[in-house]
């Protein structure tokens, strides 16, 4: 008797997600804690690794720093599963806030408030730590297949609430590819970014009236966008990838342009 309630129990326990992941379950919980120590600390004598002010004088008003950016990838992997178990290995060091499978399943990974592993090395305007000013949304995609419609609904709803949330303005839902030319080519050319677009996430253009000034400058126009135009190719062909998917050129064609300058005037 008492063995088969130990197998219901192990076979209740394996149902559910919390049992499989229960001792990475239990390692984020660790991680809160210490977190929460640091918080807790009183008075603040030490900020981040920073040295002490003199006086501490706690303030009666604040609250918890919020995100301002999503960053939308493709996982590059063949699972949700997969994605998951990378996402909970310590050595591999990286993670998301969000995953969201092919069947529109949303995983929640970690509390929007802290900083995932997501980003690595770039640069959006002059932020240079996207990890610490942003959401990352993974989705699961080998990069050369299209994302599914439950996907595309289940991402709908996710940035729906992180807008309003957050507070996040429309031209601050970006991709990985933007924020790491040349380094990253996430969401693929398969992304819908136009529909996004339509429904407040991210910016699209229309270049019915646009007229280009003579002095218009590519370059200088990606810059004003947000683009890191330090390697000037790897620049163009990230905008290429967003925004005219079907041009693997490393050049703005006279059409593109005008839509570079339609969405940098919506930058500014
Ligand atoms: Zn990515």
């Known amino acids: 008797m008492k063995l088969l309630s130990i197998v219901a129990a192990a076979l209740l326990l394996a149902g559910c997600a919390g049992g499989k992941y229960s001792s990475t379950n239990k390692a984020y919980k660790r991680q809160v804690k210490s977190f929460a120590k640091l918080l807790r600390e009183y008075p603040v004598e030490d900020s981040a690794g920073l040295p002490w002010a003199g006086q501490w004088v706690g303030t009666t008003n604040f609250g918890m720093r919020r995100p301002n950016f999503v ?141 280009l000034p003579v002095d218009f400058n590519v370059m200088n126009s990606l810059r004003i966008i947000g683009y890191d135009i330090r390697r000037p190719e790897a620049a163009i062909k990230s905008f290429n990838l967003h925004y005219l998917p079907a041009d693997t050129s490393v050049q703005v064609s006279d059409p593109g342009k005008k839509i570079l300058f339609s969405i940098q005037q919506q930058s500014q």
């Open 71 to 211: 960053v939308i990838h493709h996982t590059a992997q063949n699972s949700c599963e997969q994605t998951l178990k990378t996402f909970t290995l310590p050595r591999t060091q990286v993670s998301a806030h969000y995953v969201i499978c092919k069947d529109g399943t949303v995983h929640h990974m970690l509390n929007d408030l802290l900083r995932a592993h997501h980003a690595g090395v770039g640069r959006w305007g002059n932020d240079t730590d996207l990890n610490s000013s942003s959401i990352g949304i993974e989705i699961d995609n080998n990069g050369s297949e299209p994302f599914t419609k439950l996907q595309m609904t289940s991402l709908g709803n996710l940035l729906g609430r992180l807008k309003r949330a957050y507070n996040i303005p429309a031209a601050n839902f970006i991709g990985h590819s933007d924020i790491a030319p040349g380094r990253k080519v996430d969401p693929s050319n398969f992304f819908p970014w136009m529909d996004l677009a339509r429904q407040g996430y991210g910016l699209w253009y229309d270049t019915t009236n646009v007229q």
